[in-house]
Nanobody
Framework: QVQLVEYGGGLVQTGASLRLSCAAS???????MGWFRQAPGKEREFVAA????????DYLDSVKGRFTIARNNAKDILFLQMDSLKPEDTAVYYC??????????????WGLGTQVTVSS
């Protein structure tokens, strides 16, 4: 059974940092992993992803240099370090996994999401 559970969301001020974690079960080895987000009234968008084999990464342009994706393959955990947060980063963040897609998707498996709110 596949399960992706996100942790680490919260309410922070502009410029602060947060680290999201995603505990994976049923998927990890051989799977590309990533993060999407959805803000109120907006479509869901790709944020970052990391490949299984060589740890190749891809980022949304607006988060490059501020967000870092990483994975611990021994513990089946995915991370998203978010620094210099801005109000426009406010969204529900979803952990995703796929064994078949490119880094930007489509993704087969989704977590339930964790809320990140950045106040100005």
């Amino acid at each position: 059974q596949v399960q992706l559970v996100e942790y680490g969301g919260g309410l922070v001020q502009t410029g602060a940092s947060l680290r999201l974690s995603c505990a994976a079960s049923g998927v990890f080895d051989g799977y590309n992993m990533g993060w999407f987000r959805q803000a109120p009234g907006k479509e869901r968008e790709f944020v970052a992803a990391i490949s299984w084999a060589v740890g190749r990464t891809d980022y949304l342009d607006s988060v490059k240099g501020r967000f870092t994706i990483a994975r611990n393959n021994a513990k089946d955990i995915l991370f998203l370090q978010m620094d210099s947060l801005k109000p426009e980063d406010t969204a529900v963040y979803y952990c995703v996994a796929s064994s078949l897609s490119g880094l930007r998707g489509p993704y087969d498996y989704w977590g339930l999401g964790t809320q990140v709110t950045v106040s100005s």
